[in-house]
C-alpha cells in the first residue's frame, strides 16, 4: 500500500468493513429463510399430515379421516354412473 494517501487507505479499509458487514447480514438473513423456505416447499400431504395431527393427534385417526373421503369420492363417482344410466334408459 506504498504510494497510496492516506485518505485512500481509509477509503478502502472501510468500503472492506462495510463489504464484509453487508456479506454477514446476508448469511443471516440466508439461514433465517431457508426453514421458513423448506415449510414452503414441502408437498401439500405433509401439510395436511400436520394440521389434522395437531387436530386429531393420532395418525390412526388421520388414516381414518383419509379413508372417509376415499369412499365418499368413490360413492360419488358411483352415483353419478348411476345416473347417467337412469337418464340414459
Known amino acids: 500500500m506504498k504510494g497510496l494517501s492516506v485518505n485512500t ?3 478502502i479499509i472501510i468500503l472492506i468493513f462495510v463489504n464484509f ?3 454477514v447480514k446476508m448469511f443471516n438473513k440466508y439461514y433465517k ?3 421458513s423456505g423448506y415449510v414452503r416447499e414441502r ?3 405433509e401439510q395436511l ?3 389434522i395431527m395437531k387436530s386429531f393427534g393420532n395418525r390412526e385417526e ?3 379421516l383419509i379413508n372417509d373421503f376415499i369412499r365418499y369420492k368413490e360413492a360419488k363417482k358411483y352415483l ?3 345416473s347417467k344410466n337412469k337418464m340414459n334408459n
Open 21 to 23: 458487514g453487508f456479506a
Open 80 to 82: 353419478r354412473i348411476l
Open 43 to 45: 408437498p401439500l400431504y
Open 33 to 35: 429463510t431457508k426453514d
Open 49 to 51: 399430515e400436520q394440521r
Open 9 to 11: 487507505i481509509v477509503l
Open 62 to 64: 388421520l388414516n381414518k
